[in-house]
T-cell receptor, first 114, second 118 residues
Framework: AQTVTQSQPEMSVQEAETVTLSCTYD???????LFWYKQPPSRQMILVIR??????QNATENRFSVNFQKAAKSFSLKISDSQLGDAAMYFC???????????FGTGTRLTIIP | GAVVSQHPSWVICKSGTSVKIECRSL??????MFWYRQFPKQSLMLMAT?????????EQGVEKDKFLINHASLTLSTLTVTSAHPEDSSFYIC??????????????FGPGTRLTVL
């Protein structure tokens, strides 16, 4: 069974600084998808970034980028130039190519310090 | 991006009554929708997968007779909590899989429904 682990329950970063959130996963599949979702206080889940395992290039979306290490089964999220609006719970998620279900990690609460 | 709505955003009901929550994909057709439950400060727990025109697939431990799911159209899925009790109080979130824009691998989430059973 696939599992997703987020070992940092809470993180904080100074505004305008850079922070990295960790995520590891366990799978026997060779191809799959990985996601980072953000859940702000409104509790609306928002897709931040996604990565297809067959792509070696790390995904980037503006200030958000990932460090995808397939061999190590690691998928970290880097947030550059942190802003107050980045404060939220961040969930890492995994999905097989043929499957439909997302497997979520336990989340990391990110606090932005003004 | 794709938009998913949920209604109501919050509901308070008496123990023993039934509550229906609607999930709609507003700008795309979703053959598959998902229902999650989230307890405070915890991750999302998948309850069931809803496929248009067929019976929902429930996760282990989820009572199908208590949490009725209907996916009657490509844009609407409903979750009915039957004979609700205080332990059913939670935050319920739906998501819809967009097979078109965003790629076949992306789920978009509704804003959630907070259910409080007195």
């Amino acid at each position: 069974a696939q599992t997703v682990t987020q070992s940092q329950p809470e993180m904080s970063v100074q505004e305008a600084e850079t922070v990295t959130l960790s995520c590891t996963y366990d799978t026997s599949e060779s191809d799959y998808y990985l996601f980072w979702y953000k859940q702000p206080p409104s509790r609306q889940m928002i897709l931040v970034i996604r990565q297809e395992a067959y792509k070696q290039q790390n995904a980037t979306e503006n200030r958000f980028s990932v460090n995808f290490q397939k061999a190590a089964k690691s998928f970290s999220l880097k947030i550059s130039d942190s802003q107050l609006g980045d404060a939220a719970m961040y969930f890492c998620a995994y999905r097989t190519v043929l499957g439909e279900k997302l497997t979520f990690g336990t989340g990391t609460r990110l606090t932005i310090i003004p | 991006g794709a938009v998913v709505s949920q209604h109501p955003s919050w509901v308070i009901c008496k123990s023993g009554t039934s509550v229906k929550i609607e999930c709609r994909s507003l700008d795309f057709q979703a053959t598959t929708m998902f229902w999650y439950r989230q307890f405070p400060k915890q991750s999302l727990m998948l309850m069931a997968t809803s496929n248009e025109g067929s019976k929902a697939t429930y996760e282990q431990g989820v009572e199908k007779d208590k949490f009725l799911i209907n996916h009657a159209s490509l844009t609407l899925s409903t979750l009915t909590v039957t004979s609700a009790h205080p332990e059913d109080s939670s935050f319920y979130i739906c998501s819809a899989r967009d097979p078109g824009t965003g790629g076949p691998d992306t789920q978009y989430f509704g804003p959630g429904t907070r259910l409080t059973v007195l």
